[in-house]
């Protein structure tokens, strides 16, 4: 947003009302908008929002509330019904040992957004608080945390969750559900903290020298209350914008590991191990694979594009 000119702020009166007084006009009420209030009053005017919002919000309370959506059983089927095709109480059908699909990809949303959003909510912790140390401090702190998380960026991501989930997550290893999304989850945040780090670090960077900051600090004011009360709250937008977008990616690396069959496996319901399940029954029952991708897909596409709405509504420059 450029600064007003000066010809916009001092303007002069015309000749004819210079020695009329002008009538004291209505005063607004209206309290001064913040940058989130500003965002709050742009997002509710773009469809994609709400588009983006109620996908979001039915995946949650699909994760949340799985019996609402799908009474049948998930997990125990009978043979009996082996690949038997859609009908009135299985909508999607039968996979190869009868259980329904339907239920299983009602269910499998529970797996896939509890690690996403727990994912996102360490890198967001462990890279925000690296990214605040590391440019508040600079000198060799910044120099330390900025090679530490060069040699993370230097790890494939696919290749460095593999020998992670491997190790730990092995066959033969005999892990129960709790910890084997738990290891999905620490191997996502690892190999993701160094890009909020350098989110964070570089929004430090651009607000510890600003105006208020050094009147802060001229005031007496510690590292601490500086970091928490003025340099956190105006280095947030960038984080929660990543954040939406990340939620969206993670959804897709977890079913990617799993359909690899290094991330979630059985007993655990989830997209990606449905898709790895039927892939080898494309021909013969193409909705194994169509239905979980279907959901897969529009969980991404969702949180993808409430992000962007986000980071429309909280860049000026893009209103």
């Known amino acids: 947003m450029s600064d007003p000119s000066t010809a916009s702020i001092v303007s002069t009166p015309p000749a004819h009302a210079v020695d009329t007084p002008a009538a004291p006009g209505p005063q607004s009420n209206e309290k001064p908008r913040g940058l989130l209030g500003d965002a709050w009053r742009d997002l509710r005017r773009k469809p994609l929002f709400w588009i983006s919002a109620t996908f979001i919000v039915i995946f949650l309370l699909m994760a949340a509330f799985p019996s609402l959506f799908a009474p049948g059983d998930a997990v125990n089927g009978s043979l009996s019904r ?15 040992q009868g259980r329904d699909v339907y239920a299983r990809v009602i269910y499998g949303a529970r797996a896939s957004v509890v690690v996403a959003v727990l994912s996102v909510i360490g890198t967001l912790l462990v890279g925000g608080t690296m990214g605040i140390i590391a440019g508040y401090l600079g000198g060799w702190v910044d120099t330390l945390l900025s090679r530490i998380a060069d040699v993370f960026f230097g790890i494939p991501f696919v290749l460095g969750a593999i020998v992670i989930l491997t190790t730990f997550n092995g066959s033969g290893a005999t892990n129960s559900k709790a910890e084997i999304m738990g290891l999905v989850i620490i191997s996502l945040i690892v190999l993701s903290w160094p890009v909020v780090m350098r989110l964070m670090r570089s929004s430090v960077l651009a607000t510890r020298e600003a105006d208020y900051i050094v009147a802060a600090r001229a005031l007496g004011a510690g590292s601490g209350r500086i970091i928490l ?91």
């Open 82 to 96: 082996s690949l038997n095709k859609a009908s009135g109480s299985a909508w999607f059908g039968y996979d190869l």
């Open 229 to 319: 009360k003025h340099l956190l709250p105006n280095c947030l937008a960038p984080l929660l914008v990543y954040g939406t977008i990340m939620v969206g990616s993670f959804i897709g690396a977890e079913a990617t590991l799993s359909f690899l069959g290094v991330g979630l496996k059985s007993p655990v319901v989830s997209w990606g191990i449905m898709i790895s399940e039927g892939k080898d029954f494309i021909r013969v029952a193409p909705g194994l694979v169509f239905f979980p991708a279907a959901f897969l897909v529009a969980a991404v596409l969702s949180f993808v594009m409430l992000g962007e709405a986000v980071r429309e509504a909280l860049d000026p420059k893009l209103r």
